[in-house]
């Protein structure tokens, strides 16, 4: 599953289809998704440097199989929905 940690107004102006939007704040303050930790989850962010922090956060959680999937322009260029 994707997993986009941008603003609520990244999100509003283009995301993953299907993808969850949570943003990197939340994992700031200890907030987490409900998800089974071994979830394969791809975050991003707009460059990947949010992504990298959420990455490392769920990892330190115990999160088992989570990767960093880059920008959202990346994942655009891999021919990912956007909506």
């Given at each position: 599953?994707?997993?986009?940690?941008?603003?609520?107004?990244?999100?509003?102006?283009?995301?993953?289809?299907?993808?969850?939007?949570?943003?990197?704040?939340?994992?700031?303050?200890?907030?987490?998704p409900?998800?089974?930790k071994?979830?394969?989850?791809?975050?991003?962010?707009?460059?990947?440097a949010?992504?990298?922090?959420?990455?490392?956060?769920?990892?330190?959680?115990?999160?088992?199989?989570?990767?960093?999937?880059?920008?959202?322009?990346?994942?655009r260029?891999?021919?990912?929905?956007?909506?």
């Amino acid at each position: 599953m994707y997993l986009d940690v941008r603003t609520n107004e990244e999100w509003a102006e283009g995301h993953v289809k299907e993808a969850l939007h949570f943003e990197l704040a939340r994992f700031e303050a200890g907030e987490f998704p409900d998800l089974p930790k071994d979830t394969e989850i791809k975050i991003y962010c707009g460059s990947g440097a949010r992504a990298e922090i959420a990455k490392s956060i769920l990892d330190s959680a115990g999160f088992s199989n989570v990767t960093n999937a880059g920008g959202l322009d990346d994942l655009r260029d891999q021919g990912l929905l956007i909506e």
